[in-house]
């Protein structure tokens, strides 16, 4: 039997030309349109068209406007956990999605319009370090040609995000995975991690195919996550071990768990 094909499908056109506005363009010729992750930014490798953004460790620039929308410390998600006095909730330029982020990271629109539409912008912690991008209006088609090693690192559902009256699909989770050589010193086409949000179904066994970290939303998909990157993202054990353990680390540290709560406070936009 082939490998197994994502069971989510998004519409079949070509992600290439979003990607790149958000991610610079690879290093090497691009690939086929995929659900692969491309690897942080590393001295030997080059990357390929992904459905995660990839240049985690890149220069910001300076802050635009974009954080004019996001409200100060408010109402928050309607959920049992009321929202920290030191956090406060984003929204979208367009109404659409909001989400709850600490006071002291800020949002910014790195391209202004995109030529897919949509929205598009980035979170930076206090540092000015990114750590993680929203797009929406991506839209494109998944096919799993190759299985890689599986890691998982962290899994919640989300069912804010489920398509109302539409019980028989996957809900969307958070997650943070791995694909590729656990014993490989860095990233690479075939090595990395991230964490985003999926509709793929969990995997079982030990071998999946590349990531595929977008939900749906309308009018077709959307994405919000960030390649793991040693060097951007706060770290703490032995700078030699393998990078695949690096990422297992990183799961436990401060800073991913406020990466994770704000990711996973993005829901539809109060109206």
Not at 31 to 38: G, I, M, Q, R
Not at 185 to 198: F, H, M, R
Request: net charge negative; aromatic share 8%; with cysteine.
């Amino acid at each position: 039997m082939g490998a197994r094909r994502p069971a989510v499908t998004l519409t079949a056109t070509t992600f290439l030309a979003g990607l790149l506005l958000a991610c610079g363009s690879p290093a090497g010729p691009p690939a086929t349109p995929s659900a692969e992750v491309s690897p942080p930014p590393s001295s030997s490798t080059a990357a390929p068209p992904s459905t995660v953004p990839a240049d985690a460790s890149a220069s910001p620039g300076p802050a635009s406007p974009a954080d004019a929308s996001a409200s100060p410390a408010s109402s928050g998600p309607t959920s049992a956990d009321p929202l920290p006095s030191d956090w406060r909730t984003f929204t979208t330029s367009d109404g659409g999605l909001s989400f709850d982020l600490p006071s002291a990271w800020r949002v910014q629109d790195p391209a202004g319009e995109t030529p897919l539409g949509g929205v598009f912008v980035e979170v930076l912690n206090a540092g000015g370090k990114r750590m993680a991008t929203l797009r929406t209006n991506i839209a494109t088609g998944s096919e799993c040609t190759q299985l890689y090693p599986y890691l998982l690192f962290d899994s919640e559902p989300m069912q804010a995000l489920a398509e109302p009256g539409a019980a028989d699909t996957v809900v969307p989770r958070f997650v943070f995975e791995g694909r590729g050589d656990s014993t490989a010193p860095e990233p690479s086409q075939s090595t990395v991690a991230a964490y985003g949000i999926t509709m793929t179904p969990e995997e079982s066994g030990p071998t999946a195919c590349p990531m595929f970290q977008l939900f749906l939303w309308p009018p077709s998909g959307a994405m919000f996550g960030a390649a793991y990157n040693p060097g951007t993202n706060a770290t703490p054990g032995d700078p030699s071990l393998p990078y695949l353990e690096k990422a297992k680390l990183y799961a436990s540290t401060a800073e991913y768990q406020e990466i994770r709560k704000m990711i996973t406070s993005l829901r539809a936009a109060e109206t």
